[in-house]
T-cell receptor, first 114, second 115 residues
Framework: SQELEQSPQSLIVQEGKNLTINCTSS?????LYWYKQKYGEGLIFLMM?????EEKSHEKITAKLDEKKQQSSLHITASQPSHAGIYLC??????????????FGTGTRLKVLA | DAGVIQSPRHEVTEMGQEVTLRCKPISGHNSLFWYRQTMMRGLELLIY????????DSGMPEDRFSAKMPNASFSTLKIQPSEPRDSAVYFC???FGQGNTGELFFGEGSRLTVL
């Protein structure tokens, strides 16, 4: 079955620094969701990438989908304490292979120091 | 608009007791998911309903877990008897669409501690 692995597992950055989180799929990835989870709360939808090469931005967060590399990256520019939380990538049919379930990555814990 | 509503937000119980978690999905959504989140295993899908019918319950750990969706606006997840290893945050999510695609809307979770 398909799996999503994220790197790094955790990240601590100084406020104002840029950072990148990666989500790598074990099989072909045709589309992807990114979610953010604040500590102790539910997941909040950030953005959806539907095709290879697509890039989307929301405020200071940009995400790209590289279909050939079976990977998506999420980039935060000039990080702020409000960016802290857990970032998860997710994929669902028909974008996934070998599974009919909505799958999530392992998560990346981000801490931003003021 | 009201989002997905879960209750209770926190539950502390003793081993062997019955636990019931509740979820009200967003009105108009036809898919409902129960997830469990732990540090060790991350986010795990327990069960998925579509149009109130359980479609996939392969993630339900064992017979101690059961879930129901008697109507489009309510679902329960029951653990009986509870064990310390059931301690986790349980999330309910809903979406609109066929199958299990599309953006998921999550509730704020029910944090369960079994002593």
């Amino acid at each position: 079955s398909q799996e999503l692995e994220q790197s790094p597992q955790s990240l601590i950055v100084q406020e104002g620094k840029n950072l990148t989180i990666n989500c790598t799929s074990s099989k072909t990835l045709y589309g992807l969701y990114w979610y953010k989870q604040k500590y102790g709360e539910g997941l909040i939808f950030l953005m959806m990438l539907q095709k290879g090469g697509e890039e989307k931005s929301h405020e200071k967060i940009t995400a790209k989908l590289d279909e050939k590399k079976q990977q998506s990256s999420l980039h935060i520019t000039a990080s702020q304490p409000s960016h802290a939380g857990i970032y998860l990538c997710g994929a669902a049919p028909p974008w996934t292979s070998g599974t009919y379930k909505y799958i999530f990555g392992t998560g990346t814990r981000l801490k931003v120091l003021a | 608009d009201a989002g997905v509503i879960q209750s209770p937000r926190h539950e502390v119980t003793e081993m062997g007791q019955e636990v019931t978690l509740r979820c009200k999905p967003i009105s108009g959504h036809n898919s409902l998911f129960w997830y469990r989140q732990t540090m060790m295993r991350g986010l795990e899908l327990l069960i998925y309903f579509n149009n109130n019918v359980p479609i996939d319950d392969s993630g339900m750990p064992e017979d101690r877990f059961s879930a129901k969706m008697p109507n489009a606006s309510f679902s329960t997840l029951k653990i009986q008897p509870s064990e310390p290893r059931d301690s986790a945050v349980y999330f309910c999510a809903s979406s609109f669409g066929q199958g299990n695609t599309g953006e998921l809307f999550f509730g704020e979770g029910s944090r369960l501690t079994v002593l």
